[in-house]
């Protein structure tokens, strides 16, 4: 039986490109000040959420996100249905490295909400390392880079390693065949 996406913690909807644009539109009719970046910023950076406090305002979007749940259902792992491949970012990739690569991960998850699973690893390849290059990120060095978009205070806010993006890649490609993908993974190319 799919979740309902109304019961899902802000978190998770943030990793969803539908459930990001429906709580940014709620958001923008709630609040005059609204800016969802913010909002992401506070709810993954550091685990505090401004707004959604009160009981109407959270009906108003629990409202939003049923519809999503006839749109494209929210499946628990191994439940049959049609599988999309930001469901392999849900879970965190075992380190962060940085305060900023949570953002990263549910930023690049979202590039990921309609493609459907088993998705060619060479695709997951492209479309993963094409969000990094696209903010700067190198791949596989050890090196950071500051990206505002996910700074959300602490030390290391903002920053996303090219470490974090390669190890990133190696738990996505692990995950890929426990949702039917091919087994032959490409992580040893990827070692350059």
Known sequence: MPVSFESLEFGH?????????????????LYDDWDVI??????????YCPAFKREDELAILRQELLRLDGQMPFLRFGEEGTHHAYELFLS????????GAPL?????????????LPLDPRLL?????????????????????????????????GQVGGAFVEEGLKTLLRR????????RLLIHYYNH
Do not use: N
């Open 38 to 47: 913010q909002f992401e910023k506070s709810v993954l950076g550091a685990e």
């Open 176 to 183: 890929l065949p426990l949702y039917g993908g091919e087994s």
């Open 13 to 29: 909807l943030l990793h969803h490109k539908l459930a990001y644009e429906c709580i940014d539109a709620v958001g923008g009719s």
């Open 125 to 157: 390849v492209q479309k993963y390392l094409a969000v990094a290059y696209e903010l700067g990120i190198p791949y596989g060095v050890d090196e950071y880079v500051y990206i505002e978009r996910f700074a959300a205070g602490g030390m290391s806010s």
């Open 104 to 116: 990263f991960w549910a930023y690049a998850a979202r590039e990921f909400t309609t493609d459907i």
């Open 92 to 99: 965190e990739p075992g380190f962060w490295g940085s305060r």
